[in-house]
């Protein structure tokens, strides 16, 4: 076959620019050399929206069905669908054809395998080593096509305790497949004070009160809190608040390094019941351990009563620290990374540090100041897709938050 960009193989799955890297050839063998390694009877295929994902699809698909699988179609579908699927028609693993949030001109592939009753997000890494194996033998499998909108809408009513018919009271933007999913779930009643957004494959989810986005740390020990959750596993970038919260409860917990392959393979190493990502990625256990905004959105409603107000009351008690959003700081390489981090590291060489994850300062007991009040935290990290470096920081003072980011910042340069 013709020459294969390296670099479309990410930390989590591949991606690239469509058709120049992911293209007929690439499609064909992921799909063969994925279900080869499976040992494939039964394999999944889905595919998001975006031009050219349908036609990656078919290319999939032919690229299973030369090694004996029988593959089941399941159309235009989001990742958490396709996922589900992935558990609910007894298959060993499949892809999801998808770039995710990125644009238009991108195109890539998502796979899980499944270990049980519970699915492995099978990482860029293993993938490139799988699409680089010897070709097995040619055989000729079988393909159906088929939805599976209306039981997977029923397993989250199922998992959310949802009565059927009762009002969605929340404004909606969110891929036509996770709709028709939302549809089945009850009549959506548009509220002007809360709403959700997901993202072009239906994995993340946001929510706005009053125009306001409200913090996925926050929706996310909302939930853990009013629902009795444990244990749960979140990224490392949540506030002090969820640990302080957490801690005083009891609640058992554990901090994960950012990623869906990182968190889901946590969620099965600790047996958690629910999951967080700041970024709006939350894993249930009843999925798999994997996301479902329609269960993360029937969540919020349950516990809030469908009420705008009464969640905003919920939520007020979280509104304690000031944490900025992740800011995305333009890098040339790994090699000036490495540098930038051991410059903070001589920077702020009497706070707590940790490299789980990139590098993460604690100053947050005042560890430079005889203020404690003056404490703050921040993590920086390479993006794991593009030449960036993440920081997010948090302070105990909100008015101190934006000296501290320019504070940061500046040392970076």
């Known amino acids: 076959m013709g020459s294969v960009q390296p670099g479309i193989f990410r930390a989590y799955d591949v991606r ?6 992911i293209n007929e050839q690439v499609a064909r063998r992921l799909g063969a050399h994925l279900a080869a390694y ?4 039964t394999f999944i295929v889905g595919h998001d929206a975006r031009p050219g994902s349908d036609a990656l699809a078919t290319d999939v698909i032919e690229g299973a069905m030369g090694t004996g699988a029988h593959v089941r179609d399941i159309g235009e579908v989001s990742t958490p669908q396709f996922q589900w699927a992935t558990r609910a028609r007894d298959a060993v693993g499949g892809i999801m054809v998808t770039a995710s949030h990125l644009p238009e001109s991108q195109n890539g592939f998502k796979a899980v395998a499944r270990r049980g009753d519970v699915l492995e997000v099978i990482g860029g890494d293993q993938l490139r080593q799988i699409f680089d194996s010897q070709e097995g033998e040619m055989q000729r499998g079988t393909v159906t096509r088929e939805s599976v909108f209306a039981d997977y809408a029923a397993a989250v009513a199922y998992a959310a305790a949802w009565k059927g018919g009762t009002e969605l009271r929340i404004s909606i933007d969110a891929p036509a497949a996770v709709q028709r999913v939302l549809e089945r779930l009850g009549p959506i009643a548009p509220d002007a004070s809360l709403a959700a957004r997901c993202d072009a494959d239906g994995d993340r989810i946001a929510f706005f009160l009053h125009g306001i986005e409200v913090p996925a740390d926050h929706i996310f020990l909302l939930l853990t809190e009013r629902m009795n959750l444990a244990p749960v596993v979140f990224d490392l970038r949540f506030s002090k608040l969820v640990h302080e919260r957490l801690d005083h409860a009891n609640v058992r917990y554990a901090v994960s390094r950012v990623g869906r392959l990182y968190l889901s393979l946590a969620m099965r190493q600790r047996g958690a019941a629910f999951g967080g ?4 990625h939350y894993y249930w256990s009843a999925m798999g351990g994997m996301e479902s905004p329609e269960l993360t959105l029937l969540q919020v409603l349950n516990v809030c009563g469908g009420d705008a107000h009464r969640l905003d009351e919920l939520l007020r008690p979280y509104d304690r620290y000031a944490k900025s959003p992740e ?3 333009p890098i040339r390489d790994r090699k000036q990374a490495s540098a930038v981090m051991a410059q903070l590291e001589r920077r702020y060489a009497g706070c707590r540090m940790d490299k789980q994850d990139g590098l ?3 100053c947050w007991d005042g560890h430079l100041s005889t203020r404690p009040e003056d404490g703050f ?4 990290r390479p993006s794991n897709t593009e030449p960036l470096l993440r920081l997010i920081v948090e302070s105990k003072e909100k008015d101190l938050l934006q000296q501290r980011v320019a504070e940061v910042c500046g040392i970076i340069g």
């Open 16 to 21: 690239g620019k469509y058709p120049e890297e």
């Open 377 to 380: 935290w921040f993590n920086i």
């Open 327 to 329: 800011i995305s700081l």
């Open 277 to 280: 990502e700041i970024s709006g």
């Open 38 to 41: 499976l040992r494939a009877d």
């Open 360 to 362: 993460t300062v604690d």
